[in-house]
């Protein structure tokens, strides 16, 4: 029994040896990076010193991507190792609701990672590794119930400290504190605790996603920098128009862009493209991002654990150089820099398009000792390859019907022949961040085709000698457009991937699927017990609910409002009597959305006393002097007036008459 016991302990210890002697893993995924956001990529303006220096010590791949051009669905195949329309998670949790100006019903849609599937976090952990995860998980649920240890993470309502609720518990931070920077302070506490096993950190970054909000220090830096560059040529921003319909003519263009409002947008679909690198409160993201890999490297030199941890660097989707949510350009540039993020040229599109911009993605791995470094590999990935990869990498074994769609890309690593075979797009809905029609698309060498799901149109491009998609091939090359389309059905039908489908006078839109709720009655209600004696009309924006909230941005009882229509302002008033014999002044608080400004305007009697766009995302206050209405009855009104039409809702608190 003695021997029997000391061959047990024996092993036991070699079990633990062996699990000691695995790599760490970091997974450095940045929100909205388009592939040339990053120096070693090629960009002139953002400084990326920290993420150059991992691309000399590993490996650079030219065509990696993401399996969606928006977040969620990407985020879930890196952890499944399937496509979206496999596990059915294909748009952003929880998702544009339908609009009533499009074509077809969004396909149907599942809202949260589905409990069946075993996270790479999950097998990692099966395997003797700590987890964690940092930022935006962006899946429906508490990564805790998918494999993760520890997890700080949530949306992001401003990058400086209040960051939104989400953080208010597990994020200590201060005034003046930046959201990346204390991000990366939780990512290194967890290394630090977990030095002595082997640890899986899912770093998130919610940066480099809106709202646009550099960290100071380095938006001056890059305000310097662009005042001494001279002049890009070529035009600030494009029109990108649907594809799926009519083509426009250069004189159309040219007048949609002079009626530059979102109803003519909408109806001729098209959208803006930024075309310039040159957007300082992005680069203030981008640097503060780069600072964070740097820390998280120099921590694990310090700690001895450089030589044994696998880093992989790369994003969620390509670049926001479409805006979210349709704007306009007729604005200074401070406010175009919280619109738009940047350039993806030469890549086209943007975030939320299966253009090359929307989902071609930086992807650099440091693999120590294992790989070549200052290697650039041609090899074609995508999200779903991490999974099976990795489980290589660490010498575990592979879990073929989990990361179905994976194929491990070790020999491309290790600069060995490598072709993973076709990869595919699918994505069923309307986009926030363009007028194009549902779509799916489909990568096999060169070539690439997509296929638009309102009239059947596809396009066709070669990659290899057009890598901004200006030359569409489906005309001139009629057969390899045929083939790729044969297979592109193929494989939806293999997935069961769901399609949009026509409205009709008795159709309904698709389990899953958001659809903007009716006005509520409780808004009339919620302005009483918000501000006794006040009144609301024309309000609109259901799909915000307006109404009150508990707490918002660092403030409890806030009232939200939304206009009416983009000409039509909410309005909040009351009749007063101002007091004779001291001064007396309307007192109150207004912010904005992240994702929308507004413009608030105060009228006395119907006179305009007050204009001011409401743009910084941060919490003001506005005091009207009533001085001069001492002993008079007198009406105030205060307006929610749209300056776009997108998230133009107004935050109220603390509304009240003061000395």
């Given at each position: 029994?003695?021997?029997?016991?000391?061959?047990?302990?024996?092993?036991?210890?070699?079990?633990?040896?062996?699990?000691?002697?695995?790599?760490?893993?970091?997974?450095?995924?940045?929100?909205?990076?388009?592939?040339?956001?990053?120096?070693?990529?090629?960009?002139?303006?953002?400084?990326?010193?920290?993420?150059?220096?991992?691309?000399?010590?590993?490996?650079?791949?030219?065509?990696?991507?993401?399996?969606?051009?928006?977040?969620?669905?990407?985020?879930?195949?890196?952890?499944?190792?399937?496509?979206?329309?496999?596990?059915?998670?294909?748009?952003?949790?929880?998702?544009?609701?339908?609009?009533?100006?499009?074509?077809?019903?969004?396909?149907?849609?599942?809202?949260?990672?589905?409990?069946?599937?075993?996270?790479?976090?999950?097998?990692?952990?099966?395997?003797?590794?700590?987890?964690?995860?940092?930022?935006?998980?962006?899946?429906?649920?508490?990564?805790?119930?998918?494999?993760?240890?520890?997890?700080?993470?949530?949306?992001?309502?401003?990058?400086?400290?209040?960051?939104?609720?989400?953080?208010?518990?597990?994020?200590?931070?201060?005034?003046?504190?930046?959201?990346?920077?204390?991000?990366?302070?939780?990512?290194?506490?967890?290394?630090?605790?977990?030095?002595?096993?082997?640890?899986?950190?899912?770093?998130?970054?919610?940066?480099?996603?809106?709202?646009?909000?550099?960290?100071?220090?380095?938006?001056?830096?890059?305000?310097?920098?662009?005042?001494?560059?001279?002049?890009?040529?070529?035009?600030?921003?494009?029109?990108?128009?649907?594809?799926?319909?009519?083509?426009?003519?250069?004189?159309?263009?040219?007048?949609?862009?002079?009626?530059?409002?979102?109803?003519?947008?909408?109806?001729?679909?098209?959208?803006?493209?930024?075309?310039?690198?040159?957007?300082?409160?992005?680069?203030?993201?981008?640097?503060?991002?780069?600072?964070?890999?740097?820390?998280?490297?120099?921590?694990?030199?310090e700690l001895g654990l450089e030589k044994n941890t696998i880093v992989i660097f790369t994003s969620d989707n390509g670049g926001m150089a479409a805006s979210n949510q349709y704007r306009g350009i007729n604005y200074p540039a401070?406010?175009?820099?919280?619109?738009?993020?940047?350039?993806?040229?030469?890549?086209?599109?943007?975030?939320?398009?299966?253009?090359?911009?929307?989902?071609?993605?930086?992807?650099?791995?440091?693999?120590?000792?294992?790989?070549?470094?200052?290697?650039?590999?041609?090899?074609?990935?995508?999200?779903?390859?991490?999974?099976?990869?990795?489980?290589?990498?660490?010498?575990?074994?592979?879990?073929?019907?989990?990361?179905?769609?994976?194929?491990?890309?070790?020999?491309?690593?290790?600069?060995?022949?490598?072709?993973?075979?076709?990869?595919?797009?699918?994505?069923?809905?309307?986009?926030?961040?363009?007028?194009?029609?549902?779509?799916?698309?489909?990568?096999?060498?060169?070539?690439?085709?997509?296929?638009?799901?309102?009239?059947?149109?596809?396009?066709?491009?070669?990659?290899?000698?057009?890598?901004?998609?200006?030359?569409?091939?489906?005309?001139?090359?009629?057969?390899?457009?045929?083939?790729?389309?044969?297979?592109?059905?193929?494989?939806?039908?293999?997935?069961?991937?769901?399609?949009?489908?026509?409205?009709?006078?008795?159709?309904?839109?698709?389990?899953?699927?958001?659809?903007?709720?009716?006005?509520?009655?409780?808004?009339?209600?919620?302005?009483?017990?918000?501000?006794?004696?006040?009144?609301?009309?024309?309000?609109?924006?259901?799909?915000?609910?307006?109404?009150?909230?508990?707490?918002?941005?660092?403030?409890?009882?806030?009232?939200?409002?939304?206009?009416?229509?983009?000409?039509?302002?909410?309005?909040?008033?009351?009749?007063?009597?101002?007091?004779?014999?001291?001064?007396?002044?309307?007192?109150?608080?207004?912010?904005?959305?992240?994702?929308?400004?507004?413009?608030?305007?105060?009228?006395?009697?119907?006179?305009?006393?007050?204009?001011?766009?409401?743009?910084?995302?941060?919490?003001?206050?506005?005091?009207?002097?009533?001085?001069?209405?001492?002993?008079?009855?007198?009406?105030?009104?205060?307006?929610?007036?749209?300056?776009?039409?997108?998230?133009?809702?107004?935050?109220?608190?603390?509304?009240?008459?003061?000395?």
């Open positions: 029994m003695r021997i029997c016991l000391i061959v047990v302990f024996a092993f036991a210890l070699q079990l633990a040896a062996n699990a000691q002697q695995r790599p760490n893993i970091v997974f450095f995924l940045v929100d909205d990076l388009g592939q040339r956001d990053v120096g070693c990529y090629g960009s002139q303006f953002y400084e990326t010193p920290a993420i150059d220096q991992l691309a000399k010590e590993g490996v650079l791949f030219n065509n990696a991507y993401s399996t969606c051009h928006v977040c969620s669905p990407s985020r879930a195949s890196i952890l499944t190792g399937k496509y979206p329309a496999r596990t059915n998670l294909t748009e952003w949790l929880g998702g544009r609701p339908e609009r009533e100006y499009e074509k077809l019903h969004h396909g149907e849609k599942l809202t949260a990672l589905p409990d069946e599937e075993q996270t790479l976090a999950e097998t990692l952990h099966q395997h003797g590794y700590a987890t964690a995860n940092y930022g935006k998980a962006h899946l429906n649920k508490d990564p805790k119930s998918y494999g993760f240890d520890e997890a700080i993470t949530g949306w992001v309502r401003s990058y400086y400290y209040p960051f939104g609720k989400d953080y208010d518990e597990t994020l200590p931070a201060k005034e003046g504190d930046y959201h990346t920077d204390k991000l990366t302070d939780a990512a290194i506490d967890f290394i630090e605790r977990n030095q002595d096993k082997p640890f899986f950190v899912h770093l998130e970054h919610f940066s480099v996603h809106d709202p646009i909000q550099g960290r100071k220090d380095l938006v001056k830096k890059y305000t310097t920098k662009l005042d001494a560059m001279p002049s890009q040529a070529g035009p600030d921003y494009i029109l990108e128009p649907n594809p799926d319909g009519p083509a426009l003519t250069a004189e159309q263009l040219k007048a949609i862009a002079e009626n530059d409002n979102s109803a003519t947008h909408q109806n001729e679909r098209v959208w803006w493209v930024k075309q310039k690198q040159d957007n300082v409160e992005f680069a203030g993201m981008v640097g503060a991002t780069d600072e964070s890999l740097g820390r998280i490297r120099a921590k694990l030199k401070e406010n175009l820099n919280r619109r738009f993020s940047s350039s993806n040229l030469p890549l086209r599109g943007a975030k939320g398009w299966n253009y090359e911009g929307g989902i071609r993605v930086p992807l650099i791995v440091h693999w120590p000792g294992k790989i070549r470094p200052n290697t650039t590999s041609d090899a074609v990935v995508t999200g779903t390859d991490y999974y099976p990869t990795l489980l290589e990498m660490l010498d575990l074994p592979a879990l073929p019907q989990q990361h179905v769609d994976g194929r491990s890309f070790v020999p491309a690593l290790k600069a060995e022949a490598y072709d993973r075979g076709p990869i595919f797009w699918h994505f069923p809905h309307y986009s926030n961040h363009g007028f194009q029609s549902p779509n799916g698309a489909i990568r096999s060498g060169r070539y690439k085709l997509i296929e638009y799901y309102e009239n059947g149109t596809t396009q066709l491009f070669d990659l290899e000698t057009d890598i901004g998609e200006q030359n569409d091939l489906v005309q001139s090359k009629p057969e390899i457009a045929q083939k790729l389309k044969d297979q592109l059905h193929d494989w939806r039908k293999e997935v069961d991937a769901k399609m949009p489908y026509p409205k009709t006078s008795t159709s309904k839109p698709a389990p899953g699927a958001r659809v903007a709720i009716t006005k509520t009655a409780n808004l009339p209600a919620d302005v009483q017990k918000f501000a006794p004696g006040w009144t609301v009309k024309s309000w609109g924006g259901p799909g915000m609910k307006p109404g009150l909230r508990a707490r918002w941005n660092g403030r409890s009882n806030v009232l939200l409002t939304h206009p009416l229509s983009q000409e039509i302002p909410c309005i909040l008033s009351r009749t007063l009597k101002i007091p004779t014999g001291r001064k007396a002044a309307l007192k109150f608080d207004v912010n904005n959305h992240p994702n929308g400004n507004w413009t608030l305007v105060v009228r006395i009697d119907g006179n305009e006393v007050l204009k001011k766009p409401i743009e910084d995302s941060k919490w003001q206050e506005i005091r009207i002097d009533l001085a001069e209405q001492a002993g008079k009855t007198i009406l105030i009104e205060l307006e929610n007036r749209a300056s776009d039409w997108a998230f133009e809702a107004a935050y109220w608190n603390q509304l009240e008459l003061t000395d």
